[in-house]
């Protein structure tokens, strides 16, 4: 398999063992991340014309990629719960 840019874990590299940990203790920062995965992935495929689609869906995919890694960065910023 390629690599697909924009990976999780090369957006945000300092936050590589954060992430780990959320993903197996947070279950809604997992699902967000399975999402951002599987959105990201169609982006992919979409810019790679593996699954060709129009700007307008291609562009709606991209906006809604960016909503979930705003979402999954302000908890990955967010102070852990002591």
Do not use: G
Request: charged share 35%.
């Amino acid at each position: 398999m390629s690599h697909v840019p924009h990976e999780l874990a090369d957006e945000f590299p300092d936050h590589a063992a954060r992430i780990s940990a959320l993903k197996q203790s947070d279950k809604r920062f997992a699902h967000l991340m399975e999402k951002y995965h599987e959105i990201n992935r169609e982006v992919h495929r979409a810019e790679t014309n593996l699954v060709p689609m129009d700007a307008l869906a291609e562009n709606d995919l991209r906006k809604r990629r960016a909503a979930l890694k705003d979402e999954l960065y302000a908890i990955l910023s967010a102070e852990p719960a002591a």
